[in-house]
């Protein structure tokens, strides 16, 4: 069983993450569409782990007994103004989901349930890894401008 706010909260952090992973896979359409097929890549791995955080949260929540409640997905943008603004796009993101999944926890903490604080911690952990990997490829684009021989050799 969970509490009313927390059943709530975490339906809508369904809904956060199917909508994370739509947006990595529409930038992963753009990518191919602009010949970055290595970048398409790594963002279609994104779309995946996000639709495996999505089905995380979707299995806790019938775990629990409780019933998942479906909304409609917003649409995500289709077009970018190149790789920077990609992946500053995707940092902002990100850090986005990382204060929705704080947001949670808070949730979880001021409603006493131990049981869901031990299963956003793997999420909180994530998230960390999450924006330091985003951190450190967009650090990498700004050195060479995000054009160029170096963001093709990055490509690769
Ligand atoms: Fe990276 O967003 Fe899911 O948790």
Avoid: C
Avoid at 17 to 25: C, I, R
Avoid at 103 to 112: C, P, S, T, V, W
């Amino acid at each position: 069983m969970l509490k009313e706010k927390m059943l709530n909260a975490i339906n809508e952090q369904i809904n956060a993450e199917q909508y994370s992973s739509l947006l990595y896979l529409s930038i992963s359409a753009y990518l191919h569409d602009q010949g970055l097929s290595g970048f398409a890549n790594w963002m279609y791995v994104q779309y995946q782990e996000e639709l495996s955080h999505a089905t995380k949260f979707f299995d806790y929540v019938v775990e629990r007994g409780e019933k998942v409640e479906l909304k409609a997905i917003e649409q995500m943008p289709t077009t970018w103004d190149g790789i920077i603004d990609i992946y500053e796009a995707t940092l902002e993101h990100e850090q986005l989901i990382t204060s929705s999944v704080h947001n949670l926890m808070d949730i979880a903490i001021e409603e006493k349930d131990h049981a869901t604080q031990s299963f956003l911690r793997w999420f909180v952990d994530e998230q960390v890894e999450e924006e330091a990997n985003v951190t450190e490829i967009l650090d990498t684009l700004k050195l060479i401008n995000g054009q160029g021989k170096g963001s093709l050799m990055l490509d690769r």
